[in-house]
């Protein structure tokens, strides 16, 4: 299984980065971009690795760091952070974090191939070096220590090469889509996979929705959606709603892997019966809304229904594939409840 990494980092071109730089060594990484929502994840979802930055909305990463620790959480966490003082480097450690690096990090380059030289020291947290059971864990915090540092070197000029070798486009006619609409509405199915396409770095899913009326006044319990890994994008086809969207979420609950969404869909994340401070979207035929992994969303109204096409932008390729020919064959099968998209 691979090891998963929650990135809490404010600079977007930052996170980015670095996240990249994970994925492509094999590592799965989750987000957050404040405090309140990084002690959350941490406590919530198995982790083999945090790094944390310190100056964070909401909840400052020293205490993330403290509460992190004092819930009695042994993950280790590494700090990444433009804060580079002697007395930032001893809270941090002491407080728990387990490596302290500030941005950008010093480096010694050897030559043409940049060979790193980097140490973490291990010094604070939850390790010792006699410790034995804690070995993986320090070898992993060493390797993104070293995978960190390469960020900020320069790119070595290089031929530029595809990230999906000789790879087929994918087409899908107005008629499979309207099929599957067909679908929806007789037998009240709101979601299904049309398809999920391998792109070489990343998949990336194809969705149909269809969405009844919604009044104001009905929406209750868990109605709030966010998914940790796979973006979202809506192109709105008919209807118009009242879409909230944030990362604040209220009442969050890990959404059960049994699930079908998170199986098939839209993969691990969380519900909420709530957002703090949501952003207010009305959405109408022709819109075209971007949900980022990790914010959550919550249709309020829905004037009589609404359709849109999403596509679900997957790096770490968490849900299967799914084919023309899957396809074909789900559209020809009898619906019975529970079906799943294949």
């Not at 290089?158 to 008629?175: D, F, G, L, R, V």
Request: charged content about 25%.
């Amino acid at each position: 299984m691979h090891e998963t990494v929650l990135l809490v980092e404010v600079e977007e071109a930052l996170r980015i980065t670095v996240g990249d730089r994970l994925r492509n060594e094999g590592y799965v990484v989750g987000y957050a971009t404040n405090g309140d929502r990084a002690f959350e994840k941490a406590t919530l979802l198995f982790l083999d690795l945090i790094i944390l930055d310190i100056m964070l909305p909401r909840r400052e990463g020293f205490a993330v760091c403290r509460d992190i620790r004092q819930s009695g959480l042994i993950t280790p966490i590494l700090t990444l952070t433009a804060r580079g003082q002697t007395a930032d480097k001893v809270t941090g450690l002491r407080i728990g974090a387990d490596e302290y690096m500030t941005k950008p990090p010093k480096l010694k380059v050897d030559g043409w191939r940049g060979f790193l030289l980097y140490e973490p020291n291990f010094s604070g947290g939850a390790f010792s070096k006699e410790s034995n059971k804690m070995q993986k864990p320090r070898i992993t915090l060493k390797v993104v220590v070293l995978i960190v540092v390469t960020v900020v070197l320069p790119l070595l000029a290089q031929e530029p090469k595809p990230t999906c070798n000789h790879c087929s486009a994918n087409y899908i006619p107005k008629s499979e889509l309207d099929a599957y609409t067909k679908r929806a509405i007789e037998n009240h199915i709101v979601d299904q996979q049309v398809r999920s396409v391998d792109l070489g770095k990343a998949q990336v899913g194809i969705g149909m929705v269809t969405r009844g009326k919604l009044a104001p006044t009905s929406t209750s319990g868990e109605a709030v959606a966010e998914h940790e890994q796979i973006s979202e994008v809506y192109y709105v086809i008919e209807g118009s709603a009242t879409l909230l969207t944030g990362p604040d979420l209220v009442g969050a609950r890990q959404r059960p892997t049994t699930l079908k969404t998170v199986r098939e869909q839209n993969g691990p994340g969380f519900s909420a019966t709530s957002i703090k401070n949501p952003e207010i979207h009305k959405l109408n035929a022709g819109d075209v809304i971007i949900i980022p992994a990790g914010t959550g969303h919550w249709f309020t109204r829905i004037d009589d229904h609404i359709t849109y096409v999403m596509v679900r932008i997957d790096p770490d390729k968490v849900v299967p594939l799914k084919s023309e020919a899957q396809s074909r064959s789900y559209l020809n099968t009898p619906y019975s409840p529970g079906q799943g998209n294949y």
